[in-house]
């Protein structure tokens, strides 16, 4: 089954062909970081814009790269959300104006679980899996027991990892987007440099505003002076990264799932990706998505639609929304 899917649910236009689920024919992104990066952020009314200009030369391209047609498509996708609204409207009114104007179905698909359905590209991951699902705007770690029947275990009560790290970022004067600059800076620096607070929260929760709050007074202790930049960068990441893994193998123990999956933008992050691979050494099997699928992109969109679609009566009526 040959799906068609679209991403435009905040800065990247992305359309991608994909096979059964796990077989990426094409996967075209096209972002918009240069536009933004002066606004030091996305700024929605712009990104919606940019969509537009964008969609018809992405699908286009995603069609020659696959070497295939509209009429070798059976189905066409796109995320309903959550995102800003204006974009996903870009995506969800050109995968159904495709699905129509080709007599194809129409397929919903949630973000969320999108990036979850990222790790089944060009792999054989099967569930039942434990899978931590960390971006810009969502921190959750997700219970996989089938490719249509998940939970939410835990989750975070405040701020998001990727929005802590964007913040952080900013306070240290690193450009946008901060998070990955933030990575790379860590690399450089000692770990164990500053002492930052862990919450006092549930097991089944997360919080990252209080560590947001430390690093914001640790850097005004400087009071002007040069900021130890890249040792600010690894303590704030070791913090971040060691407590996803700790609450991450609360939860896996609890479900008795031994089985451990990455997801979402954050999940690019080298730490964190390198602490998930260690856990291979204490009786876990774990996997991340390769680099490529990890940010925004059409190819979870078309997995996601094959694996696990938004169920409705009629697909056509959907409608987009901003937050899930």
Do not use: W
């Amino acid at each position: 089954m040959l799906i068609l899917g679209i991403e435009t649910s905040c800065d990247e236009t992305a359309c991608a062909i994909v096979r059964d689920g796990r077989e990426v024919l094409s996967n075209i992104v096209a972002s918009q970081i240069k536009t933004h990066a002066e606004f030091g952020g996305v700024i929605p009314e712009i990104a919606a814009r940019e969509h537009l200009d964008a969609i018809n030369v992405c699908i286009k391209e995603a069609y020659r790269e696959a070497g295939v047609s509209a009429n070798d498509i059976d189905a066409f996708a796109s995320t309903v959300g959550p995102g800003l609204v204006g974009c996903l409207l870009v995506g969800l009114n050109s995968a159904k104006t495709l699905s129509i104007v080709h007599n194809k179905p129409y397929i919903g698909v949630n973000h969320l679980q999108a990036h979850i359905s990222a790790n089944f590209l060009e792999t054989e991951l099967e569930p039942p899996f434990m899978g931590l699902l960390v971006s810009g705007g969502h921190t959750q770690i997700i219970y996989v027991e089938d490719y249509d029947k998940q939970k939410i275990v835990a989750q975070t009560i405040d701020d998001a990892v990727g929005e802590v790290y964007d913040k952080v970022a900013r306070l240290m004067g690193l450009p946008y987007p901060g998070g990955i600059m933030l990575d790379k800076m860590a690399q450089e620096g000692s770990k164990n440099a500053f002492k930052l607070p862990r919450a006092r929260v549930g097991e089944d929760e997360f919080s990252f505003s209080g560590l947001k709050t430390a690093v914001l007074r640790l850097v005004q202790s400087f009071n002007g002076k040069e900021l130890p930049k890249h040792d600010i960068a690894a303590s704030f990441q070791e913090c971040v990264s060691e407590t996803l893994i700790q609450k991450l193998l609360i939860q896996a123990d609890k479900y008795n799932c031994k089985k451990i999956v990455l997801a979402g933008g954050v999940a690019a992050n080298s730490e964190l990706r390198r602490k998930i691979a260690e856990l291979n050494n204490k009786g876990y099997i774990t996997q991340a998505p390769k680099m490529k699928f990890c940010t925004d992109n059409a190819a979870m969109i078309a997995s996601c639609a094959y694996f696990n679609p938004i169920k409705t009566d009629n697909p056509l009526e959907l409608e987009v929304f901003s937050r899930g």
